[in-house]
C-alpha cells in the first residue's frame, strides 16, 4: 500500500527509535528533563524566537496560544478555510472563549492588510474587539501554498497597527521555507507566536513546538499544564523530534515528488491537478472523490477526500520516487 493519505502517517526511523530509547530523561513539568530542554533551545535557535515549548500536537499549540494572546470573548480573525478554525473542534470557542470570525484568503489563503482592516472590530460597550489574528503557512486546504515572507510582515503590521497580535499556524512551516529558500526564522520573525510541527514532514512520532518571547512561553507553560500537556520523562519522545529538525534540509524531496505525482496524475483522463507548491498534491475528480479514492484503494494508494470531487495525496519521507511513479501506474489502472 502506496499510503499518500498525509505526511503524518511517516514511521520513525531506526535512528529516532535509538534515540528515544537511549534519552536522558527526567521530569519536564519541573523542567528537569535535559533532552526537552535541549529541543526547546534548538527549535527557538532555528525559529530565531526568544524561547519555545514542545507540546504533544499542533492543536494544542495553537489553542494554547489562543488562550494566552486574548481575553474571554473577544474575536479571533481566521482565513476562513484555515485549520484552526475548520478543523480543531470550534477549539476557539471552547478553550480560548473566542469567536472566530473568518476572512476570505482567496485561493492561496493569503490574509491581507485589506482583509484584517476590514474584519478588525473595535472593542466598545457593545463589541468585545479583535483580539488575535490567526496565519498558516502552509495554507492546507488551500493545497499546501507557501506564503513569501513579505505577506506575513504585511498582515503583522496591519494587525500590529490596530494593536493585536498575532499567531502563526505553521505545522507545515519547514515546507514553506524549503519551498521559498528562506530560512523559516524569516518567515515568523513579525508574529507574536508561532507553532510548527515536528511529527509531518520531519518524520517525528509525536510532537509540535510552540514558539515566541519569552514571557508569551513562560505563560504558555500554565495553559499547557491546565489542558492536560504537562509531561512527566517527555525526553523520550522528544529525543526523536531533535532528529527530526535535522530533516528539514529534504523537504525538497518531497515536493520535487508531489511535482511528480502533479505531473503523472494530470495526464490522466477523468483528472485536473492543481500545480503543487510544496508536498500537497489537490486533484479535482470527475467522478465522485469517495468513489475515486474506494478505486484508488482497491489498487494499493490512499489518499483523503478534500470536497465532492476533490481528493488531497500528500508526499513524504516514507515516499520515494519509484513509489510516486507507482503510485500513478496503479491509478491509471484503477
Known amino acids: 500500500m502506496i499510503d499518500l493519505r498525509s505526511d503524518t502517517v511517516t514511521r520513525p526511523s531506526e535512528r529516532m ?9 527526567g521530569d519536564d513539568v519541573y523542567r528537569e528533563d535535559p533532552t526537552v530542554n535541549e529541543l ?8 530565531g524566537t526568544e524561547a519555545a515549548m514542545f507540546v504533544p500536537t499542533g492543536t494544542m499549540g495553537n489553542q494554547i496560544a489562543a488562550r494566552v494572546h486574548t481575553e474571554r470573548g473577544q474575536e479571533a480573525l481566521v482565513e476562513r478555510e484555515s485549520h484552526v478554525y475548520k478543523w480543531e473542534l470550534a477549539g476557539l470557542a471552547q478553550h480560548a472563549e473566542l ?29 468585545p474587539g479583535t483580539g488575535l489574528v490567526c496565519l498558516e503557512n502552509t495554507h492546507n486546504s488551500r493545497g499546501g501554498t507557501a506564503i513569501a515572507a513579505d505577506r506575513i510582515d504585511a498582515a503583522c503590521e496591519a494587525a500590529h497597527d490596530r494593536g493585536v497580535p498575532v499567531h502563526l499556524d505553521g505545522a507545515r512551516l519547514f515546507n514553506a521555507a524549503a519551498a521559498l529558500d528562506v530560512d523559516a526564522a524569516r518567515l515568523v520573525r513579525e508574529v507574536d507566536s508561532a507553532m510548527c510541527c515536528l511529527s509531518k514532514g520531519l518524520g517525528a512520532p509525536v510532537g509540535s513546538m510552540l514558539a515566541g518571547r519569552e514571557a508569551f512561553v513562560e505563560e504558555a507553560r500554565r495553559v499547557r499544564k491546565l489542558f492536560g500537556g504537562g509531561m512527566r520523562q517527555a525526553g ?27 505531473a503523472g496524475l494530470d495526464a490522466l483522463e477523468g483528472l485536473d491537478v492543481h500545480e ?20 484508488c484503494e482497491a489498487v494499493g494508494v490512499r489518499g483523503v477526500p478534500f470536497g465532492d470531487h476533490v481528493v488531497r495525496f500528500c508526499t513524504h519521507l516514507d515516499v520515494d520516487r519509484e513509489d510516486v511513479e507507482t503510485a500513478v501506474g496503479r491509478i491509471e489502472e484503477r
Open 17 to 25: 527509535r535509538t534515540a528515544a530509547a537511549d534519552a536522558e530523561v
Open 40 to 47: 526547546e533551545a534548538t527549535a527557538a535557535d532555528v525559529l
Open 99 to 127: 469567536q472566530a470570525r473568518t476572512v476570505d484568503g482567496g485561493p492561496r489563503g493569503v490574509v491581507t492588510p485589506e482583509a484584517i482592516a476590514e474584519g478588525h472590530v473595535a472593542a466598545d460597550g457593545h463589541r
Open 236 to 262: 523520550i519522545v522528544a529525543a526523536p523530534g531533535l532528529a527530526a529538525l535535522e530533516n528539514r534540509e529534504r523537504l525538497a524531496d518531497d515536493h520535487a515528488n508531489a511535482r511528480r505525482l502533479a
Open 276 to 295: 503543487p507548491e510544496t508536498n500537497i498534491v489537490l486533484v479535482e475528480t470527475d467522478e465522485p472523490a469517495e468513489r475515486f479514492l474506494e478505486r
